[in-house]
């Protein structure tokens, strides 16, 4: 983070970036999940990174960290885990407190779509 410091840069350094592209559209199977929420605070929740990111022990955390948060009145989580630990919400009995988005994202712009 001290790079744009040592190296002096300020707004008219950084390159133009082209703008990220976001589905019009939340697919719908999503969407149906995030209407029956419609009246709370949606919070997204992600545990674990890549299982094959040999460091990804430093930045994944057990879904049950998550789960005092689903308690809370007024809040709604979703999951937006995808592939190898998508698994771990059933297992910790949790399908009730957290909505499963996760397997109807099929790239980021549909996880964009859906914030």
């Known amino acids: 983070m001290s790079l744009p ?3 002096e840069t300020d707004l008219r350094s950084i390159p133009p970036v082209p703008d990220l592209y976001v ?4 697919p719908p199977a999503a969407q149906r999940l995030l209407d029956l929420a419609a009246d709370r ?3 997204g ?3 674990s990174g890549r299982t094959d990111f040999k460091q990804n022990y430093k930045r994944a955390v057990s879904v049950e960290r998550f789960l005092p948060l689903a ?3 007024g809040v709604q989580l979703y999951s937006l885990q995808k592939g190898p630990c998508e698994h771990e919400l059933a ?3 949790a399908r009730e407190l957290v909505f499963e ?3 109807h994202l099929n790239d980021f712009a549909d ?3 859906v914030a």
């Open 91 to 93: 297992e910790a009995g």
């Open 23 to 26: 589905h019009e559209q939340t």
């Open 41 to 43: 605070y949606r919070v």
């Open 71 to 73: 308690r809370i009145p």
């Open 111 to 113: 996880t964009a779509a």
């Open 45 to 47: 929740i992600v545990w």
């Open 5 to 7: 410091g040592i190296f």
């Open 101 to 103: 988005l996760g397997p």
